[in-house]
């Protein structure tokens, strides 16, 4: 079995957690509270900044030319395509970028950066496999749904797009390219972490809503 196989298998429970958190379900039920889809954006939004340092940390320690170019590209997206789209959105939906946030979205940030600051380039493989997987999944699981905000539906759309399933797979190739078996336990351990902060990361956005969508 490949090492990517054993950390998704190691993690089924954790990762079916999160594939059925309230904040996929809605979506799929086309009754995400705005308020909660705009407070999850501006928290998004905060983490593309997070992001951006988090692949730097991970070029620095890439083993090769052809890993440092992929991330070199993936900086390049999040700094002229997310960025701009963020501030895009936000404009369009009134939505401001808050300076005060919940413990679980200040935990999100530092924790996966100080895995790509401190880990090993296999740690950093493995969190942000852990959180683009489980984008991909739950996204192309709601591909057919109805989602009547056109914006939201973007959202999903962006998920399942060419590109982003390109950086998933290379994400799970990359960790069999670069790892072995005797890093399993401890990239089992990192993919687990990840989806814990992931699942309080999402819960953060249901924090103070007073309603919920069509109620």
Known sequence: ???????????????EQMLKHRFVTDIQADALNQEVFHRYLAYEGRFVGTAISIFAYATIGAPDIGAQRWLIGVQDALANKQVPYFEYIFAKRGI????????????????????????????????????????????????DQLITDPDLRAWVDLH?????????????????TYGDDTDADRLCTVFDHVMQLEIDFHTAAYDGTTQHKGS
Do not use: H
Request: glycine content about 2%; overall charge negative.
């Open 1 to 15: 079995m490949l090492l990517s196989d054993k950390i998704l298998s190691a993690n089924t429970a954790i990762l």
């Open 96 to 143: 401001a970028l808050e300076t005060q946030v919940p413990d679980a979205v200040t935990a999100f940030d530092t924790g996966m950066l100080n895995i790509a600051r401190t880990g090993e380039f296999t740690d950093f493989l493995t969190a942000m496999f852990a959180a683009e997987w489980m984008y991909w999944t739950w996204c192309r699981a709601t591909n």
């Open 160 to 176: 399942t797009a060419p590109d982003f399933a390109d950086q998933a797979v290379w994400l799970k190739n990359a960790i069999d």
